[in-house]
């Protein structure tokens, strides 16, 4: 229902945009996130957005350097992410929420989440 994409290798300060495009549920009734995974740490918030795109949070690492975004005539979140450093490499994977908006302290937890894409791997290095 959720596939991932946009993941690949680039140099440390480069740019990578990832796609995640839904079916099979109304998208636009709910808030979605990106999640990632680093290699030998647990699954971690990294950025949410409500049903229409007018709010958007992000995990403080991320902040002025990722912007989540969603087109919902498309179907599809997006994370645009800048100024990568080694630290942003891991599978990087999108979350459909239960509720249109993304609520604090409950958006941070992949428990929270109701479908999950496939993961899309992002590797920085120089």
């Known amino acids: 229902q959720l596939q991932a994409s946009g993941g690949g290798p680039v140099q440390i300060g480069g740019s990578l945009r990832l796609s995640c495009a839904a079916s099979?549920?109304?998208?636009?009734?709910?808030?979605m996130a990106w999640f990632r995974q680093r290699p030998g740490k647990e699954r971690e918030f990294v950025a949410a957005i409500n049903w229409s795109g007018g709010m958007t949070y992000y995990e403080d690492s991320v902040k002025g350097r990722f912007a989540i975004s969603r087109d919902n005539a498309k179907n599809t979140v997006y994370l645009q992410m800048n100024s990568l450093n080694p630290e942003d490499t891991a599978a990087y994977y999108c979350?459909?929420?239960?509720?249109?908006?993304?609520?604090?302290?409950?958006?941070?937890?992949?428990?929270?989440?109701?479908?999950w894409g496939q993961g899309t791997q992002v590797t920085v290095s120089s």
């Open positions: 979350a459909s929420g239960r509720y249109r908006d993304s609520y604090y302290p409950d958006r941070l937890s992949s428990s929270s989440y109701r479908y």
């Open positions: 099979g549920l109304i998208f636009s009734d709910y808030a």
